[in-house]
């Protein structure tokens, strides 16, 4: 069965200092990566998917299939920063999301 | 229109009383998704619709689940019996087109339940 984790649920940062939120997957196939953000009363919504290899808002993520891993970075935390982020998994072929348990990120300004 | 809408957007009910979460996708969206959002988790897949046909229902924890979208649109979560278990955060999502590169999920602001 295919799984996210995210090890840390609270995350502090100064504002300027670097960001990374770590995300591990287990799945045997070729998954898509997702990271979602919800912020302070706001709907969950897609911050980036590792298909478009994009930057959003200064952050990236790059997928390690070595290590299973989809750590979303920004080399400098802004205040506005701060909100929940959710890594996610997808099958290809299948629709679902599974989705890690999130990480609170505080920017301390 | 102003995006993926669920109403009530607070549901408190008795254990054992039945509830209908109601969610209105963006319309022309073919892909709608209920999540099931516990506190301190992340969502968890519960049903998933192209158009009216109910593709997968896996993740329907018990048969006291049922969803609907019988005009492809708007879509229906019924609980019947309503235990504590069931209080959480219940999220619906829509997207325009299923399997495509640049699909985007959009989502509800959810109905939170509350189960006394």
């Known amino acids: 069965a295919q799984r996210v984790t995210q090890p840390e649920k609270l995350l502090s940062v100064f504002k300027g200092a670097p960001v990374e939120l770590k995300c591990n997957y287990s799945?045997?196939?070729?998954?898509?990566l997702f990271w979602y953000v919800q912020y302070s009363r706001q709907r969950l919504q897609l911050l980036l998917r590792?298909?478009s290899r994009e930057s959003i808002k200064g952050f990236t993520a790059d997928l390690n299939k070595g290590e299973t891993s989809f750590h979303l970075k920004k080399p400098f935390a802004q205040e506005e920063d701060s909100a929940m982020y959710y890594c996610a998994l997808r099958d290809f072929g299948n629709e679902k999301l599974t989705f890690g348990t999130g990480t609170r990120l505080t920017i301390i300004p | 229109g102003a995006g993926v809408s669920q109403s009530p957007r607070y549901k408190v009910a008795k254990r054992g009383q039945d509830v209908a979460l109601r969610c209105d996708p963006i319309?022309?969206?073919?892909?709608l998704f209920w999540y099931q959002q516990a506190l301190g988790q992340g969502p968890e897949f519960l049903t998933y619709?192209?158009?009216?046909?109910?593709?997968?229902k896996s993740g329907l924890p018990s048969d006291r689940f049922f969803a609907e979208r019988p005009e492809g649109s708007v879509s229906t979560l019924k609980i019947q019996r309503t235990q504590q278990e069931d209080s959480a955060v219940y999220l619906c999502a829509s997207s325009f087109l299923p399997g495509q590169d640049n699909e985007k999920l959009f989502f509800g602001s959810g109905t939170q339940l509350s189960v006394l």
């Open positions: 319309s022309g969206h073919v892909s």
């Open positions: 619709f192209q158009n009216e046909a109910q593709l997968d």
């Open positions: 799945y045997s196939g070729s998954p898509e």
């Open positions: 590792h298909i």
